[in-house]
T-cell receptor
Framework: GEDVEQSLFLSVREGDSSVINCTYT??????LYWYKQEPGAGLQLLTY?????DMKQDQRLTVLLNKKDKHLSLRIADTQTGDSAIYFC????????????FGSGTRLQVQP | NAGVTQTPKFQVLKTGQSMTLQCAQD?????MSWYRQDPGMGLRLIHY???????DQGEVPNGYNVSRSTTEDFPLRLLSAAPSQTSVYFC????????????FGPGTRLTVT
């Protein structure tokens, strides 16, 4: 995951907004993804954004993409205790053999 | 559809033992892959396959073999287990290599003593 970087931990209070950030290095990235992993489970796709978009909103989730700075963020509005999980940013590239390159994950802790 | 299934869920091996982690999908996906997840390192690609009979190495292939004799199954073999292979292993599949959602299995937690 050295090409995709995330902060390791974020703590918020229930009802607040959470913003999880991610930076990537490959300008040929085509799709950028956010996955959620709950304890003891596999990864679940939350949302994705195509590289020619700036923003995508899906209910409580807002994804912002700054392609110039290679910066991706996930905003969760009205964060709930059920949102506590590890969130992985991942990129998909036009070239190479990897389907996805993952960041190391951000652990979101939601305090009641 | 069962999606992506993995067995076993947990496994303990002694150093030098061999074993096979099973992965199956019932979505007729072309692309299948194996990742390992270690604390603070995200998911690293071990091997992948773009179709039956076609496999290739990912970024951390040493100590692992794969085969893809059918579209549905993609087993991962540990030839001679080492403590460094203690990890959680995830299998994933998608319709094609690029631009499609990756579906993940529930994972196999492997401990090598």
């Amino acid at each position: 995951g050295e090409d995709v970087e995330q902060s390791l931990f974020l703590s918020v209070r229930e009802g607040d907004s959470s913003v999880i950030n991610c930076t990537y290095t490959d300008s040929s990235s085509t799709y950028l993804y956010w996955y959620k992993q709950e304890p003891g489970a596999g990864l679940q796709l939350l949302t994705y954004i195509f590289s020619n978009m700036d923003m995508k909103q899906d209910q409580r989730l807002t994804v912002l993409l700054n392609k110039k700075d290679k910066h991706l963020s996930l905003r969760i509005a009205d964060t709930q205790t059920g949102d506590s999980a590890i969130y992985f940013c991942a990129e998909s590239r036009n070239t190479g053999r990897r389907a996805l390159t993952f960041g190391s994950g951000t652990r979101l802790q939601v305090q009641p | 559809n069962a999606g992506v299934t993995q067995t076993p869920k947990f496994q303990v091996l002694k150093t030098g033992q061999s074993m096979t982690l099973q992965c199956a999908q019932d979505m007729n996906h072309e692309y299948m892959s194996w990742y390992r997840q270690d604390p603070g390192m995200g998911l690293r690609l071990i091997h992948y396959s773009v179709g039956a009979g076609i496999t290739d190495q990912g970024e951390v292939p040493n100590g692992y073999n794969v085969s893809r004799s059918t579209t549905e199954d993609f087993p991962l073999r540990l030839l001679s287990a080492a403590p460094s292979q203690t990890s959680v292993y995830f299998c994933a599949s998608s319709q094609k290599l690029q631009g499609y959602e990756q579906y993940f299995g529930p994972g196999t937690r492997l401990t090598v003593t």
